[in-house]
C-alpha cells in the first residue's frame, strides 16, 4: 500500500518533514519545568482531598464511624460509599452500572469507602486515622496459578471477562468457574496439523508483570466559576484530567462548553488513557464545598501494571525445514481487579506473532483468573502482549535444527496480501538485510560463544510489524491571519509530540519552515492528534495534509485576486500595496505555487512575492476525515506492509549471575519518517522498558496477605541512566504504508518481554524466567 488517496502523498522532495531536531513546541517548559501538570496546580482558597486506602487485599467496610474525624479542626467535608452524590457517580459501561466509589476493596491500596477533604493534605491524613472502620477481611489471590485451582476462595462473582475492543473470537467459551474465565480461538485444523509435522516442540513462556514508571502522579484541581459566555449556572474548570474533557463532561451530565480544561500537560504513562480517581473526584468536591479542590496520587500510588502477568505453555508442530504447520497456545493470565483492560488477556488473540505465519492451524485457548493483585487501566507498552510467543517457537525451531532463527522466520513468514501469499515482504526483507550488517550478525548456538573475558555471550532476534492502530478520525483546521499560517489544536499534549508533525506537514504543503507555523493550543478547538498508537501522529498528519492542500488553492486564489485588485488600505498612515509582478498576466491557481514562503510562478520561479505582501485577507481551511484503512485494522497481521527487526547482544557472568546488555540494534521501517527525533526517542523508550521487565522489574507480594512489598522505588527496581545500553538504529523509509506520504508509524511495536530472555539462553544454553536477575542466572546453572 502507499499513499495513493491523500494529495501529494507521493511527494518526492522533502524540506521539512523528517527534518532532525526541530524542537517541540512546549519542550522548552518541559525542560525548565514550567510546565504545569495536575498535580502542580495550586489556587487561592484551596482543600484537598484524599481517599480511605485498603491495607488488606481484598475487604469489605462493613461500617465507618466518622464522629472523631469531623470533630478534627479543619475537617471540611467527608463523604462515604453510601452518600448520594457518590451514588449518582455510577459509572455504566459493560454490563449493569457499577458505583463510583464502593465498600470492597479489591487491591491493597484501593480507594474506599470514604473520602476527606480538609484544609491540608496533613489534616486529611489526620481525619482518615480518626475514622473507626469496621473492616471485614475476604480472601485474596495474588498468585493465579493458585487461584485457578478448583478449591481456590472464589473472590469475585458476576460477568466473565468483557471481550476485547478487536473482536475476540472466542464464541463458544466454556462458562466461568470460580475465579477463572475462559476465551477461546480456533483457527484451522489443530490436529491436522500436527499430524502434518517431523518435529513437535512444547515450552512455556512467563510474562512478566510490569508498571515501569509515572513521572507526574494523576490527580486533578477543579472549581467552579462565573462564566459570562454561558450562564446561566457556573462552569467547571478542571486541570489534570487527561486527553480530553468529553469523558469529565458526560460524567456530570456537563455540556462541553461549560467544561474548561486548559492545562496543556498530561501526566501518566505511555498508552494509559485510563482516568485515576483522583482526577475524577474534584469536581464534586468543590462543587460541595464552594471552593478549589485538589487530589492527586503518591508515587506509591502508581504502581498499575503497564503489563499483566501471564504463563504460556506452547505446543509446535513444523517440518524438517522449519515450517510451522501446527501452534496450540494454553495461557494462564492474571484478569486483575475489576475494571482492568482486557490487553494482555483476551485482547490478544485477535492480533497477535501467529497471524504472521503461514501455518493456519491455530489454537489458542486462555483462562482468565481474577486476582487482587492490581489494575490495568487501559492500554500498555507491549502490545500484543504475547508477540515474543512468536520469537520464542522461531528460536527454538532454530535450535532443534541447528539453523539460524533469521532463517526459521522467513520460512514462516508469509506474503504481503495474506497467509497464502508465497512472496517475501520487501519491508521484513530490507530490515533483516540491514539489520544483520548493523549487528554484524553471526549465529552460534546455545551456549557456545566465550567472550575474552570469559563470560559466555548471547545474541537474538525478533520481527514486527509497524502497525497504525486506525480506528480515529480528525477534524482538522488551518486559518491564514494577518501573514500568518495557525494550526489551532485541542491540548493536553499527550507526549508524541503529533502536533509538531502536523506543522510540519502543514510547512512542507505551503513551502514554509517548521517555525512559521503557529501551532494554537486552545480546549475549545475541536482537533487533536491523538489516535490508536502512531495513528495519532500519522493519520492525523494525513487528514491535515488534506487541509492544507485546501488553504493553499484558497492562498492561490487570493493572491491572484489581490493582484488584480489590490485592497485598499487600511490605517491612517497605511501605504498601498506595491504593484504585483501577477497582474495583467491572467493567471490561474494551477500557474502558482509556494516556496521558500513566497507565492510564485511555476514556470519561473525567481517571480515571486512574499506571501504576507500577496495575500492580505484572512483565509481558513477545514478538512474532516481520515486516511484508508490500514492493513493492520484490516487483518490484524494478515497483511504486512511495514515491517522491524530487533537484535539483542548479552554477556553472562556465569559466576556472579550478572547480565550486561552490550548493545540493542534496530531496524525498523516506518514507512516514511515524518519527525526524526519522536522516532529516535520512540525506539530508546520501549527497549528502557523491555529491558527493565526482563531483568530488573518485579511485583513481589506477601501471599499470607496479598500485600504488595514492592511499591517504592527502592525495592522496586528500575533502570537508570547508567544501566541502559546504547541502542544502534538504523531506519529504512519503504513508503509502503497509507498514512501521511506513506507512513505507517511505529507504535509500541518494538516493546518485548524476551528479546534479552533469549539472548540469556543463548549464551548460557538454560532458561531464565524474567525478570532476569543474578540469583535467578544462578540458580538455573546449579550454581544456587
Sequence with gaps: MADLAGV?????????????????????????????????????NMLHAKFLRSPYAHAKVVSVETTKAWALPGVVDILTWEDEDLIKLSTGGFGPPKPWLDNIAHEEGAEVAVIVVAESEEICDEALRLLEVEWEILPHIV??????????????????????????????????????????????????????????????????????????????????????????????????????REQIAAMYGLPLEKTVQKGLFQGGKYCDWGMRRSQEITPLLAKRTGRPVRCVNTREQTYDFLM??????????????????????????????PGSSTFGTSGDQSYGPYYTFRC??????????????????????????????????????????????????????????????????????????????????????????????????????????CPRHAFS????????????????????????????????????????????????????????????????????AWAMKECAHILKQRLLEAAIEEAENPPRPTGMFAMPKPPSPFKGMNLKPEDLDLMDGKVVLKSDPSIGVPLAEAVTKNIFATYSGRPPDALWSLGMGRMLDTMNTAFCEVAVDTETGEVEILRFGVVADPGKIMRLTSLESQIDQVMYFSQGCQLLEDFVYDKKTGVKLHTNMIDYKKPGVLDVPHVERKFLETRAGNAAYGASGISHSLANTHLVIIAIHNAIGVWVDPPATPDKVLKALGKA
Design 8 to 44: 501529494n502523498g507521493q511527494r518526492e522532495h522533502f524540506r521539512v518533514v523528517g527534518k532532525p531536531n526541530l524542537p517541540g513546541r512546549l519542550s522548552y517548559a518541559l525542560a525548565t519545568g514550567i510546565a504545569k501538570f495536575g498535580i502542580d496546580y495550586v489556587l487561592p
Design 473 to 540: 478520525g480528525y477534524d482538522c483546521k488551518l486559518e491564514y491571519q494577518n501573514g500568518v499560517v495557525h494550526l489551532p489544536t485541542q491540548g493536553p499534549v499527550t507526549g508524541m509530540y503529533a502536533v509538531e508533525v502536523n506543522a510540519m506537514v502543514v510547512a512542507e504543503e505551503l513551502g514554509l519552515e517548521y517555525e512559521d507555523i503557529s501551532i494554537d493550543f486552545d480546549y475549545r478547538e475541536k482537533f487533536t492528534p491523538v489516535g490508536g498508537g502512531s495513528d495519532g501522529t500519522t493519520a492525523s
Design 308 to 337: 499483566k502477568q501471564r504463563y504460556m505453555y506452547l505446543k509446535v508442530g513444523f517440518k524438517d525445514n522449519g515450517l510451522i504447520t501446527a501452534i496450540d497456545d494454553y495461557s494462564i493470565a492474571d484478569g486483575g481487579v
Design 143 to 244: 498468585d493465579i496459578l493458585e487461584g485457578r485451582k478448583p478449591d481456590a476462595p472464589v473472590i469475585r462473582e458476576g460477568l466473565p471477562e468483557i471481550p476485547s475492543m478487536f473482536g475476540m473470537g472466542g464464541k463458544d467459551n466454556p462458562p466461568k468457574k470460580g475465579n477463572v474465565s475462559y476465551s477461546y480461538v480456533i483457527d484451522g485444523d489443530i490436529e491436522a496439523g500436527f499430524k502434518e509435522a517431523d518435529h513437535i516442540i512444547e515450552f512455556n513462556l512467563t510474562i512478566p508483570a510490569f508498571a515501569s514508571h509515572m513521572p507526574n502522579p494523576p490527580g486533578s484541581v477543579a472549581w467552579w466559576e462565573d462564566d459570562p459566555y454561558h450562564a446561566p449556572g457556573k462552569t467547571l474548570r478542571i486541570e489534570g484530567a487527561v486527553q480530553r
Design 360 to 465: 493456519k492451524n491455530i489454537r489458542q485457548r486462555m483462562e482468565i483468573v481474577d486476582s487482587n493483585r492490581g489494575k490495568m487501566y487501559v492500554s500498555g507498552q507491549h502490545c500484543p502482549f504475547n508477540w515474543d510467543a512468536g520469537t520464542m517457537a522461531i528460536y527454538l525451531i532454530a535450535e532443534k535444527l541447528g539453523k539460524d532463527p533469521i532463517e526459521i522466520a522467513k520460512i514462516n513468514l508469509h506474503g504481503p496480501t495474506s497467509q497464502d501469499d508465497p512472496n517475501p515482504v520487501p519491508s521484513f526483507e530490507a530490515c533483516l538485510e540491514e539489520g544483520k550488517k548493523l549487528m554484524n550478525w553471526n549465529w552460534h548456538p546455545a551456549g557456545t560463544k566465550r567472550l575474552p573475558d570469559g563470560r559466555m555471550h548471547g545474541a537474538s532476534f525478533r520481527y514486527q510489524i
